[in-house]
């Protein structure tokens, strides 16, 4: 059986958030996909699987017909998604399909099989990603029996993997993660029956992770706004089969990193970080060795600015890790080295309408000096000040 299966998956939640419209059927055959690849080499691209597999994960006969099979792939082929990597910043935008071919081919003993690949463009959300994805166990794919639960069983992996047992999360965030449709359920107790208390049930039976929760949050009339959820282990489970591979400390540290550097921004923005925004935080930590306190520096780094956003961090981040900034030293001597260079310019810089006409108003000037301190002149050789002597009376007549 498929399903009995403990391998380890892991997704972007990039593109976990383009494909909430995936029929359960469909979210088992990309599941099996993502157990049978290695994400870090490419060449796994190409996936068997064998008929029988293929009949029982998509809920079909023995004796379903050619067309009926073909039919059956067509819409995962058909799905497009924008295949844009967040870190080619140059790319407006660029769709293309998640997979590029699926054929049904037959062995030298007469057994069928199906072969899946990858669509090029695609290759960069599935393999060899250094953002951020999600790690969850294949099994439960096979397990839960909709699409809701599947999605709430990825949201209960991402939470965890950042170190949230206990949070607090808007209703509507929550109903748009699950892919519910702004006409579907529209009343609190609707969703709360037909959608959450199913997932809580169907979690707490089959998968390793499980979830309870409140009502948080009261709006206007009584009407729920937030819900605070309660991630729990499920021991039976976790008792039945090898649990999930545990990040080892160093993931531990920078998974705690990143939960902390993530509320940063989320309070300094006044908003939540998206899943892009979130590619660009996570490289922070991952890749250029950030910390929070590098953040909160360089979110200082850019407060002079009109509109700071989430990509100026990035900017300076990037420029920090090319320079070698690793400590909350290197940033305040890379910074005084910045300002020095450039306060003298910004300081006799005047742009009408500007917001800040002067350097120390802009926040240029290194913090720790008076901005009424003036800039020395540079002293002007006596040889060029003689030739603009005023010794001579003036030619009444000049040659013009």
């Not at 359960?24 to 993502?34: C, K």
């Not at 790690?135 to 965890?160: H, T, V, W």
């Amino acid at each position: 059986m498929v399903h009995k299966g403990n391998e380890i998956i892991e997704i972007r939640d990039y593109l976990l958030d383009q494909l909430k419209d995936l029929s359960l059927q469909e979210w088992r055959l990309l599941g099996y996909y993502l157990e049978k690849i290695n994400p870090r080499d490419i060449n796994t691209r190409y996936v068997r699987i064998d008929l029988d597999d293929y009949l029982e994960i998509m809920g079909l006969g023995e004796d379903a017909n050619i067309p009926y099979l073909k039919a059956s792939t067509k819409k995962l082929l058909l799905k497009v998604i924008d295949g844009k990597d967040p870190q080619k910043k140059n790319v407006v935008y660029s769709q293309t399909t998640l997979f590029q071919r699926c054929r049904l081919l037959s062995d030298e003993k007469g057994k069928y099989y199906f072969e899946l690949n990858a669509a090029d463009d695609s290759l960069p959300l599935l393999f060899d990603f250094k953002d951020h994805y999600i790690k969850a166990r294949g099994m439960n794919i096979f397990e839960l029996d909709s699409p809701n639960q599947i999605l709430m069983y990825f949201y209960l992996c991402k939470q965890n993997g950042l170190g949230r047992k206990t949070f607090e999360v808007p209703v509507d965030e929550l109903r748009d993660w699950l892919g519910i449709k702004p006409d579907e359920y529209q009343r609190f107790g609707n969703f709360k029956d037909y959608v959450l208390s199913v997932c809580e049930k169907a979690l707490k039976e089959h998968s390793e992770l499980y979830f309870t929760y409140e009502k948080g949050k009261l709006g206007a009339h009584g009407k729920c706004e937030t819900l605070k959820i309660h991630i729990k282990e499920n021991k039976k489970i976790s008792k039945q089969t090898e649990s999930v591979q545990l990040p080892d400390e160093s993931e531990n540290k920078e998974n705690e990193e990143i939960r902390k550097v993530t509320e940063l921004c989320e309070k300094c923005f006044n908003k939540k970080i998206n899943p892009i925004e979130f590619d660009w935080l996570r490289s922070w930590i991952k890749d250029y060795g950030m910390t929070e306190e590098l953040v909160k520096r360089a979110i200082k780094d850019n407060s002079f600015r009109n509109y700071l956003t989430m990509k100026n961090i990035d900017d300076t981040l990037m420029k920090w890790h090319e320079n070698g900034v690793k400590t909350l030293e290197d940033a305040e001597a890379f910074c005084k080295k910045e300002y020095e260079a450039n306060k003298l310019k910004a300081a006799r810089k005047t742009v009408t309408g500007s917001a800040w006409p002067t350097g120390a108003e802009a926040g240029i000037l290194w913090p720790e000096e008076s901005s009424e301190k003036e800039t020395k002149n540079e002293e002007i050789p006596e040889d060029i000040l003689d030739m603009f002597a005023d010794d001579e009376e003036p030619d009444e007549s000049p040659d013009i």
